[in-house]
């Protein structure tokens, strides 16, 4: 056989060889992303961007872990856990409550609640707004007109003093000396209750369960051109970058567009497009 078409027919030969494994590979990423859906209590066909369990990272995208325990499902936010109580992926919004603050106003660390602003942010149009929680005051200090927000913890069998304000009356808490203070955004309306002198404790811990809205931006335009295209999804964790999931392979944005670092090179001119 001549050397040019022995050379030929040895190119078309490995050609067709690797057509069969890439369809194959990029099959079962888009199946993987479509079909493992995260459940977890009453929240149901979690997809991207988030991730977890048996859900793969690449389905989803970095700082989007979900955990589920119990039938709680927790994400960690910038070193706070969060319980995730809705997710609303037409608005891209999470209500989620602080994990420390869970039918408990006593935490054993006093933290800020902080978001990751890079993919996480406060809802824009939201009515929540933030309520501050004053833990270790001296009791001395306390007037009586801040005694229907007051609330006790236990710690280390010694009780400490505490109380929280809202917008509204925050004027309050001037002149009184606390060990730490903590600001927690809960619903407008809740925050209205709490400001009322005949508020409660148990106002306050509905409140705080009830959680807040917060917005997610994961390449959000990017998963809905690829959704709408009729691809799924999902994070090159190599190339650190969006990737669209299709039945054919992976592409860049969209179904429709220039596969994703697929081609074969067959000459310095030509290239095979594997479909």
Not at 14 to 42: K, R
Not at 95 to 111: I, K, N, Q, Y
Not at 225 to 243: E, K, P
Request: one cysteine or more; charged letters at 10%.
């Amino acid at each position: 056989m001549d050397a040019k078409l022995l050379l030929l027919a040895l190119i078309i030969g490995l050609a067709l060889l690797a057509i069969p494994s890439c369809v194959c590979q990029y099959d079962q990423q888009y199946q993987a992303c479509s079909q493992t859906l995260l459940q977890c209590g009453n929240i149901s066909e979690i997809g991207y961007p988030f991730w977890g369990g048996n859900r793969n990272a690449s389905c989803g995208y970095p700082g989007f872990e979900l955990n589920c325990q119990n039938d709680v499902l927790r994400l960690n936010i910038s070193s706070t856990v969060y319980r995730v109580l809705d997710i609303n992926n037409t608005t891209q919004a999470l209500r989620v409550a602080r994990d420390d603050l869970w039918d408990d106003t006593c935490p054993r660390v006093f933290t800020n609640t902080s978001l990751n602003s890079t993919i996480f942010n406060y809802f824009s149009t939201a009515n929540d707004q933030n309520i501050s929680l004053h833990y270790g005051c001296n009791i001395n200090q306390t007037s009586t007109a801040i005694s229907p927000y007051n609330f006790s913890c236990s710690v280390n069998g010694a009780i400490s003093w505490n109380f929280f304000l809202t917008r509204e009356n925050s004027g309050l808490g001037n002149g009184i000396t606390c060990a730490a203070v903590i600001s927690v955004p809960v619903n407008q309306t809740a925050a209205w209750a709490l400001a009322m002198p005949t508020t409660s404790t148990n106002l306050l811990q509905d409140a705080l369960n009830n959680g807040f809205l917060i917005q997610w931006f994961a390449n959000n335009d990017n998963c809905n051109l690829c959704a709408r295209s009729g691809g799924v999804c999902g994070y090159n964790q190599d190339g650190g970058s969006f990737s669209c999931y299709c039945s054919d392979r992976t592409h860049e944005f969209t179904c429709d567009d220039n596969p994703k670092g697929n081609d074969i090179a067959l000459s310095n001119n030509h290239r095979l497009d594997v479909y």
